[in-house]
């Protein structure tokens, strides 16, 4: 059986749409999927005026990714088997496109002040897209001027650094940005999730860069998370083990996802 567990649209930051992703879910043999879009179920609603089996054969399993803040980084948890209006409800009001907007321009504000510091060039003319995130859209703004790689260095340049990951998301790195203030505490979405009738799942654990992963599992297992990703495209196979092996010690659930 074929599964994946964590896909995004263009309802998010995805680069297909839903009909899009279903097609090509079921070209690739996808038996179960789980539309994943962060922040948003909006795809569900569309699910729901089109004919499926038109375009994928295999089982849809309810999903969203949200986004929340924990010990000085973002980290994503993973809802599944959710009540889609009762989800809906409560991202309308706490990721709202208003807040969204808002987020992003205080985001843009703040790279261009330490974009400013560091004496980078940039076009400060920045178009507000929601579905994109403010590292990529400012990351390949700095890149189109070529006296930006002396600054940026040829790691960031070659994309062999996360600029979100590795710097924005890390308090010893100049570009550094606190992102507290827009998102909800991680304790907050998995009991929401559990109100929606859902499991929360932890996202992609390594890719957040904590130094001890070990301790982040902990953390979410004292606030009720129900498993962990275990299977994904970025872990190595001491990744997967070590994760399976958590989940096997604390009867934790597994999934496993491509973030397509």
Not at 66 to 72: A, E, Q, R
Not at 178 to 205: E, V, Y
Not at 211 to 225: A, S, V, W
């Amino acid at each position: 059986m074929k599964i994946d567990l964590h896909t995004h649209t263009i309802y998010s930051d995805g680069d297909y749409s839903l009909i899009e992703l279903l097609l090509h879910a079921q070209k690739n043999k996808v038996d179960i999927l789980s539309i994943a879009d962060h922040n948003t179920v909006k795809a569900y609603y569309e699910l729901n005026e089109i004919n499926i089996n038109k375009y994928f054969s295999g089982k849809i399993l309810k999903g969203v990714e949200i986004t929340t803040y924990h010990k000085d980084k973002v980290v994503e948890i993973l809802g599944y088997g959710i009540d889609i209006e009762k989800m809906n409800k409560f991202l309308v009001d706490a990721y709202s496109d208003e807040w969204a907007i808002n987020k992003q321009k205080v985001v843009f504000k703040q790279l261009m002040h330490i974009a400013d510091k560091l004496g980078l060039i940039y076009n400060k003319q920045l178009n507000i897209d929601i579905n994109k995130g403010e590292s990529s859209v400012f990351l390949k703004n700095l890149k189109s001027f070529e006296e930006n790689k002396k600054i940026l260095g040829n790691e960031l340049w070659a994309g062999k650094i996360n600029f979100f990951r590795d710097l924005i998301n890390n308090k010893k790195s100049p570009f550094h940005i606190d992102f507290s203030i827009f998102f909800k505490k991680p304790k907050q979405i998995i009991d929401f999730i559990h109100k929606c009738g859902g499991k929360a799942f932890l996202a992609h654990a390594y890719t957040y860069r904590f130094k001890n992963t070990r301790q982040l599992l902990d953390d979410m297992k004292n606030l009720n998370i129900d498993g962990i990703e275990c299977y994904y495209p970025l872990f190595t196979k001491r990744n997967c083990i070590f994760l399976l092996n958590y989940c096997n010690e604390n009867n934790l659930l597994v999934s496993a996802g491509s973030d397509f």
